[in-house]
């Protein structure tokens, strides 16, 4: 079954700092894409980040990286320059690519991120 | 921006009763989600359309939830009767399908509180 965990039920970072989340995930599938969606409070769930299995590069948005490590199947967040407005649940995400045909979206659990003024 | 549309925004209801989720996705979108996501939990598919058709009702609990996008646009989930364990969120997501490109965007959601 592919499964997405992240070890991380809250997290706290400090106003301009670099925070790390963590999510590692399982799959027996070779192409399949890795998100990272942020919902903040009482508002909709929004895409920070993708990445394509087969991209060795790590993705960046702004202030938002990732650290891709297939073969640990490890894919952490890394937001830089925190601001207040990054505080939110943040959720890992999978999805199969199976030769065209996507699968279905998998969750993790979500880490809860505070950010301190 | 376009955005997903979604009402009520909160229910509260009496279990056994019949509750309705309302879904308006972005326009153009030919793909639509609804989602569950317990509190604490991440969101689950609970039933995928592309037009109007049904690609995967494999985690709807069909003897209570039902699901229709009858015109290919807007879509109604039901469920009846509502036990406790349906409080939740419940969540709509549409796209526009490009391939690995695809992107789902989220409505607010309704949140759903069974007593």
């Known amino acids: 079954a592919q499964t997405v965990t992240q070890s991380q039920p809250e997290m706290s970072v400090q106003e301009a700092e670099t925070v790390t989340l963590s999510c590692t995930y399982d799959?027996?599938?070779?192409?399949?894409?890795l998100f990272w969606y942020k919902q903040p409070p009482s508002r909709q769930m929004i895409l920070v980040i993708r990445?394509?299995?087969?991209?060795?590069q790590n993705a960046t948005e702004n202030r938002f990286s990732v650290n891709f490590q297939k073969a640990a199947k490890s894919f952490s967040l890394k937001i830089s320059d925190s601001q207040l407005g990054d505080a939110a649940m943040y959720f890992c995400?999978?999805?199969?690519?199976?030769?065209?045909?996507?699968?279905?979206?998998?969750f993790g659990k979500g880490t809860k991120l505070s950010v301190k003024p | 921006e376009a955005e997903v549309a979604q009402s009520p925004r909160y229910k509260i209801t009496e279990k056994s009763q019949a509750v309705a989720f309302w879904c308006d996705p972005i326009s153009g979108h030919a793909t639509l989600y609804w989602y569950r996501q317990i509190l604490g939990q991440g969101p689950e598919l609970l039933v995928q359309?592309?037009?109007?058709?049904?690609?995967?009702d494999s985690q709807l609990p069909k003897d209570r939830f039902s699901a229709e996008r009858l015109k290919g646009v807007d879509s109604t989930l039901k469920i009846q009767p509502a036990e406790l364990g349906d409080s939740a969120m419940y969540l709509c997501?549409?796209?526009?399908?490009?391939?690995?490109?695809?992107?789902?965007?989220f409505g607010p959601g309704t949140r759903l509180l069974v007593l």
């Open positions: 799959t027996s599938e070779s192409d399949y894409y």
């Open positions: 995400a999978y999805r199969p690519n199976y030769g065209g045909s996507q699968g279905n979206l998998i």
């Open positions: 990445q394509e299995a087969y991209k060795q």
């Open positions: 997501a549409s796209s526009f399908l490009s391939g690995y490109q695809e992107t789902q965007y």
């Open positions: 359309f592309q037009d109007e058709s049904v690609v995967d």
